[in-house]
């Protein structure tokens, strides 16, 4: 216990200590809410889609967790390149609590992450459409996080170095995020990307968040909570699997 | 206390440390010296369970490294040779992090963090973040980290690497202390002679990942007819440097004297 906490503590330490990482994470969620919120705003309307900020702030805050969740669990490479992961694991400690700690750090702090953006998107003029679904929205919120801290340490587990973290942001991250339906409604896309986007795990975080936050599902809530869930466990099944066989 | 037999490392097709033989009795010292990339640290490695070895066989404490490795690790402490701090954390959650993971009680760990720092004058810097930290700093604080939990063995990667001669001698006294009142095991590597002759009780001189000699100081320099470890050295690992490791490690130990991010 004492373990997971102490590892847990670490990371929110760290998070609140790196300023530029904190702005950094909130200018670009912001950017995007103001960009295209405004942008594409009056298009959105036009078209009958109704008012896009409230369309676009759950995909936004959806992004927002997904990056600071991923980047928490890649921080294992840093920590390798940096020689702390070293004394990590020669602790007598288990593999999977050490796994355990630091995917609730990484998760804790891209939900709180998710949380800020959603105060800032209140003055973008974003409405959350009932307070009796903030505790169900806060729960998406979690489970994209934990989904996406444990699939940044499975990732980090199999990379030696920096070397292929570029690759990833471009080929699995970017896709990620632009193919989830935060920018724009599945309904009505080409099969394709429909197909696409059903198989992408963020598009039913940000369904969950949407249907919660605002107006309009996709999937349903019940289907996007079994398919966060059901991935969350099978990727901390599997990202503690692979943790335990890093070699330094 | 720790056995070692037919060890043998290969990554692809180069060896690093080829068919090794070596035993350490409890509370004994004992220095694990060679050249430059002659295979020290990756012996290391593998006895502290961060690396699975080709082929052979350890135990630490009775526990087998590769098998046991929660027993294992109970049983050592180590101070690696490369950086391990985390430079975001201050001195003193350092030290906590590892007292933490090493269930130190918390009355214990308290005490016992206080006195090492100030055992290595860190204690004025405690809540300082690593990164502002001197390179000498940092390998202090490693060391007086490798201390919060006392273990059965403790791996002292060329400890004092990058310290000065006063640093030195205090580090040690410590460590010949806790060796004698406690029966610590220590195994560590150095590239100071004159250290390795003061201090340890056996040696194994390693080079190009075989062992080349293994006894006394004394015997040693008995068996090579010369004056100090350091000649004897000399004369059982040949003249020539290990030219791409010397360069490696060169830059390694500019690196962490430069390393102020
Ligand atoms: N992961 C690795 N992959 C390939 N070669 C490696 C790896 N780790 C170590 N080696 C090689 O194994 C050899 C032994 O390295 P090691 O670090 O054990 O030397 P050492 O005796 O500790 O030297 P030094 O005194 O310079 O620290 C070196 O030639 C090194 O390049
Ligand atoms: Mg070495």
New binding site residues.
Partial sequence: MSTIYILWLRQLKRYFRSKTRIIGSLGQPLLFLLALGFGFGPIFQRAGGGNYIQFLTPGIIAMSILFTALFSGIEIIWDRQFGFLKETLVAPVSRLQIMIGRTLGGATVASLQGVIVLLLSLLVGFRPVSMALLPMAFLFTVLIALLFTALGTTIASLLEDMQGFQLIMNFLVMPIFFLSGALFPLQGLPKGLIAVASVNPLSYGVDGLRGTLANGVHFGLTMDFLVLGVIVAILLVVGGYLFSKIQV | MIQVKNLTKR?ND?T?VDNISLSVPDGEIFAFL??????????IRMLTTLLHPTSGEMRLNGYDPVTDQNEARRSFGIVF?DPSLDEELTAYENMEFHGVLYKVPKDIRRGRVEQLLRFVELWDRKDDLVKHFSGGMKRRLEIARGLVHHPKILFLD?PTLGLDPQTRDHIWSYIKNLNKEERMTVFF?T?YMEEADRVAKQVAIIDKGKIVAQGSPQELKHQTNTSSLEDAFLALTGRAIREE?VGA?DHLRMHRRMRHR
Avoid: L, S, V
């Fill in positions: 990554f180069f690093a060679g050249p430059n990339g002659a295979g020290k640290t990756t012996t040779q060329e590597t590239h490791e490690i």
